[in-house]
């Protein structure tokens, strides 16, 4: 089992910034690939970014491309998310989530792919 638990979500002017944290307990979080993804009201959940246990390879979604790059700390049992150029549609509740096995790009993509989900955070962004 792993526990995650996100924060740093908030209220933000666009054009700002924010970092959202996801810290993990449990079984050996470096041994995880972590996911961030995000639900905004009435829309599905859609994929944010990927990174794996490694820390080596990372993808991110076609609507935040270049603007959160994902991070992680193995020290920590924690990944980041470094939300910059914040929009008015980037509002959502953003979720980390984990797994152990690491498949095609468009598999990481899925929610359906990761077995452990954190909470989420709210993160809004004023026009």
């Known amino acids: 089992q792993v526990q995650l638990v996100e924060s740093g979500g908030g209220l933000v002017q666009t054009g700002g910034s924010l970092r959202l944290s996801c810290a993990a307990s449990g079984r050996t979080f470096s041994r995880y690939h972590m996911g961030w993804f ?9 994929f944010v970014a990927v990174i794996t246990w490694s820390g080596g390879t990372t993808y991110d979604g076609d609507s935040v491309k270049g603007r959160f790059p ?4 193995n020290a920590k049992n924690t990944v980041y998310l470094q939300m910059t150029s914040l929009k008015p549609e980037d509002t959502a509740v953003y979720y980390c989530a984990a797994d152990p096995v690491w ?12 077995d452990y989900w954190g909470q989420g955070t709210q993160v809004t962004v004023s026009s």
């Open 38 to 46: 995000r639900q905004a009201p009435g829309k599905e959940r859609e």
């Open 70 to 73: 994902i991070s992680t700390d």
């Open 103 to 114: 498949g095609t790009i468009q598999a990481m993509g899925v929610p359906q792919w990761y």
